[in-house]
């Protein structure tokens, strides 16, 4: 891998390290570009619970510190500023200008949640199976429609809870895909989720939907979704990914070109 367009700072609350240890870590492996993306602050409601993203008061802080961090080691590596976001449509414009406030170099969007911060609503374990693949795909339409959103983080989050592929999975995967090549929004494997699966019998990333992305030809990238620097080590994971969704035939990318068409 040279690059990594996902990665977090300990501002999230389930993150660890320094900022400028993710920058170590990655130059220490060869990477050329990393970008953070660490969980957007949103204006929360009195019923949301934002334990998963960094406060608004911790924004500016993440701004001035990956600024710093780029002048710092422009010479060894190319490093982002970015946020991962959700599509929130009630607050969508508060993020647009807090992308322009704070020159941004990009969003990542990560589909958590339906319509709101609210532990039910999580995709990851709906609290409604009927509905969840419908309310799904809503957002995922209108977040890549918006022209906000560079990549698609873990774009088969739903498999995290659901109980099992089925064709409406295929239709809705179809969909995005779809969309995805309509906007030109990249599709995310999620090696995240690949680390999850290590303790879980289910989850993303999902075969399934992998092929789907290879017959569709979608372009499409690896994320680290690092939580630790350490997670900027893991050789062997990079290979063995890399290795796979090429047999799989998936159109993948070394880089891309971040801040086209943002």
């Given at each position: 891998m040279k690059a990594n367009y996902h990665t977090h700072t300990y501002r999230c609350n389930h993150a660890q390290g320094k900022d400028e240890d993710y920058v170590k870590a990655a130059i220490e492996a060869g990477f050329e570009e990393i970008g953070f993306t660490d969980h957007s602050p949103w204006p929360l409601h009195p019923f949301e619970m934002g334990h998963i993203r960094m406060k608004l008061a911790q924004l500016?802080?993440?701004?001035?510190?990956?600024?710093?961090?780029?002048?710092?080691?422009?010479d060894q590596i190319t490093i982002y500023l970015g946020l991962e976001a959700e599509f929130f449509e009630d607050r969508i414009d508060w993020l647009k200008e807090t992308v322009e406030k704070y020159n941004l170099d990009y969003l990542v969007f990560g589909n958590h949640f339906y319509r709101f911060d609210?532990?039910?609503?999580?995709?990851?374990?709906y609290g409604d199976n009927e509905t969840v693949l419908e309310d799904y795909l809503d957002h995922a339409i209108k977040g890549m429609r918006s022209g906000l959103y560079r990549i698609f983080a873990h774009p088969d989050l739903w498999m995290r809870g659901y109980p099992v592929w089925n064709e409406e999975c295929s239709a809705i995967t179809r969909e995005i895909c779809r969309v995805a090549k309509e906007t030109n929004v990249y599709l995310e494997y999620n090696l995240g989720g690949v680390r999850d699966r290590a303790f879980r019998t289910s989850g993303y990333p999902d075969e399934h939907f992998w092929k789907i992305v290879a017959e569709e030809g979608c372009p499409s990238v690896i994320g680290i979704d690092a939580h630790s620097p350490q997670d900027f080590r893991d050789e062997a994971l990079f290979i063995e990914t890399e290795a796979y969704l090429k047999n799989l035939g998936v159109n993948l990318k070394d880089k891309i070109q971040i801040k086209e068409e943002l």
């Open positions: 500016d802080d993440y701004v001035s510190s990956v600024r710093y961090l780029q002048e710092k080691y422009k609210v532990y039910h609503r999580y995709f990851g374990h």
